[in-house]
């Protein structure tokens, strides 16, 4: 079969599309034609060799994909040749105070395909049932993958942080692939949204993917726009994907006993927070963007029952994963990239 790994670390070059060996299904495992692949920042993190994570080489990226089972291993219930299904990301331990909890988004020995296990990159995969969820009727491998990065924001929005109807939030970097996620979710919700973005294209896409207003904070101050749209009472959530300065203002703008749920820190890793304003102001920081399987599940029930999809910018071949990960660096894409088997 056709997988795409890399034996070097470095930049897109170091990809290369080849024949590997077709896995077979062990005991407890089924065995998955892939049809569609989910293209993800992590990606380019354990690619470059900076994510931190222990990663044996040559390598397969990818956490996410979509496909049909192709064949079941001994011991598998559940599961039979030629349902549609997609990939749970994590692997945990299941023996942990917080796994026997019923928490394993919080297991300490967590793993993650495409990081500490080879991934989704390829035509075939073999998992374990619990890292496999059946589709619901009428979404498809495509319509499925687009779907993931409602999940980390499922986890944050309605989870985490309890969003709730009539409320405000505000989304950071409500034009990537995670945060048009929360715009989409966010309204589903029944909440008002705000995307924050970097450009005036930008905060237009983002509109037309649900946001009832949008502040581009490269050209005006981020935190009094988020007063001026509140009549000055501020948001009452922050969804952040970004860190950096974004997240500082955003936190300025905050009613009195505001949230914010921490999904990312691409922009930024360490900020600055005025603890004594924490406190006056009873503000709450979650830490987030870690989704269980029965998240994951939830958020594919409800895209088949009318959830919308989050922004697809493109889809390419499996053979063109270098040029995906060009696009990704280059962020002159709105929504998800997506890649194919066909």
Not at 127 to 136: I, N, Y
Not at 214 to 220: A, E, M, P
């Amino acid at each position: 079969m056709k997988a795409v790994q890399f034996d070097r670390f470095g930049g897109p070059e170091v990809l290369t599309y080849r024949d590997v060996a077709a896995p077979e299904p062990g005991p407890g495992e089924v065995l998955i034609d892939i049809a569609c692949i989910g293209v993800n920042h992590l990606d380019i993190d354990v690619r470059e060799g900076v994510s931190g994570l222990p990663v044996a080489l040559p390598h397969t990226l990818g956490t996410e994909a979509a496909g049909t089972v192709a064949d079941v291993g001994p011991e598998v219930t559940g599961f039979s040749v030629g349902d549609p299904v997609a990939t749970y990301a994590f692997r945990s331990c299941g023996v942990c105070d917080a796994c026997t909890a019923g928490r394993p988004n919080l297991c300490a020995r967590i793993g993650t395909l495409g990081a500490h296990d080879p991934g989704t990159y390829c035509q075939r995969i073999a998992l374990p049932v619990a890292r496999v969820v059946k589709l619901p009727d009428g979404l498809s491998p495509v319509g499925a993958v687009a779907s993931y990065k409602l999940a980390p924001a499922w986890e944050a929005l309605v989870d985490t942080a309890a969003l709730q109807p009539g409320e405000t939030v505000a989304v950071t970097g409500a034009g990537g692939s995670v945060g048009s996620a929360a715009v989409v979710l966010g309204k589903h919700l029944g909440a008002r949204v705000i995307g924050i973005a970097s450009s005036d294209a930008r905060c237009a896409r983002i509109e037309e993917a649900g946001a009832d207003h949008t502040v581009n904070y490269r050209d005006s101050d981020l935190t009094e726009g988020l007063l001026a749209l509140t009549d000055g009472k501020g948001v009452d959530l922050v969804f952040d994907v970004a860190g950096g300065d974004a997240l500082v203002a955003a936190i300025k703008g905050l009613a009195w006993g505001g949230r914010v749920a921490l999904v990312g820190a691409h922009a930024g890793e360490v900020v600055p927070i005025d603890m004594i304003d924490l406190f006056r102001r009873h503000l709450t920081i979650f830490r987030c963007g870690r989704y269980t399987r029965p998240i994951l599940e939830s958020v594919l029930a409800a895209r088949a029952a009318g959830l919308a999809a989050p922004p697809i910018h493109t889809t390419l071949p499996l053979a063109e994963a270098a040029e995906a990960h060009r696009l990704m660096e280059s962020r002159a894409f709105f929504g998800r990239i997506l890649l194919t088997t066909q």
